[in-house]
């Protein structure tokens, strides 16, 4: 059960107020939610509110690259065969956001938060979770995040000692080694398609050798742990060698993957493994992402991709030829301003579907799908570009901000 349930303070509860009022004010003005600047007005007049707000909570952090989100709402979902859960559903995953969400949940049990990468280890320090989720590291944000290393760096320094029970995949060489500092970790083999990242060891430098399912440093003896957990086709197998359906709504292994860890976390709080995985099956889309919308008589599928790895695993839910394809990448904040991953994707995997071309960086898209040898089409924006395409179905693949940009103009 949760620990301190002291109530807050009164300057805590005016912290509280004026973030709602804050956040409020947003909303109207047509901002968006308002739960970052909800939380950054909240956090200046009590520093230290998001520990406070969480101290009646059993909170689960999730970070990684790609996947936070989606696992998140799996994990609160199955929590919630156990009690109530509050949660930044909606992504808004630094501290402000963080703070904002977890203020709403004063009569809940759980907390399930998604944390940005970078900021894992100072959240950790102040929410005191019960468990971590650790999904994958791959590059993402050069220009904000940096090398993928001196994060796994960070996460392994900020979680030494760690006290909560850490649930890891067992596959990310990155992700065991900044574990591996934590003295309970529960191993999840959720496999790991993007390996672009990790041929060299995190531990030593040398190069990893991979031979199947495995891999090592020759050099060091790093090496792959044994999983108790892990993701086997259409089944999760327990630490028992039980093997439990996986029925989910949302497409691709990566999803399947997700629902594997989520299932191990679960069952850290009491959750079993069939009941867990059953309420997972619910879940239909994750803040937009894999909704099917209808505009100017297509059926559009809205997908997230924002790195190299996560476009790798967002083709593998297209279909053969021809459903046309719409890509969108912008290069804001949010996004990252550096499109040089660009280079990254094998954009090749989309030859034979006709190709609508949107976004910001429209035309850096344009030039990779170019030297690629893919025939594609640079739209004015989405409606031309939905309306170039035929009637059925249209798979749209779109980073960060182009994804909201897009979501507003055809819908949901």
Known sequence: MAGNTEPL????????????????????AGRGSGSVIGGKVALRLDPDLLARVAQHLDVVLVSATNGKTTTTRLIAEALRANGGVVSNALGANMPAGITSALAGGAEEQYG??????????????????KAIALLNLSRDQLDRAGETRMLAERWREGLQGQK???IANADDPLVVWAASSSPNVVWVAAGQEWKDDAWSCPSCGGVMQRPDDDWFCAECGFRRPTPSWALSGDHVLDPHGSAWPISLQLPGRANKANA??????????????QVALERMGSVTAVAGRYDVVQYAGRDIRLLLAKNPAGWLETFSLIDAPPAPVLLSVNARGADGTDTSWLWDVDYSRLAGHPICVIGDRKLDLAVRLEVAGVDFQVCNDADD???RCPPG??????????????RRVVGN
């Open 112 to 129: 399930v938060i998604e944390v940005d990468e970078k900021y894992l280890a100072g959240v950790a320090r102040d929410v005191t979770p």
């Open 260 to 273: 594997a860890t989520s299932a191990a976390v679960a069952a850290a709080f009491g959750v079993a493994p």
């Open 393 to 406: 179905r249209i798979e749209a693949i779109a980073n960060y901000t182009a994804f909201q940009d897009l």
């Open 9 to 28: 303070s009164p300057r805590s509860r005016l912290a509280v107020t004026a973030g709602r009022a804050a956040a409020a004010v947003s909303r109207a």
């Open 385 to 387: 570009a939905v309306r």
């Open 164 to 166: 909560a029970v850490i």
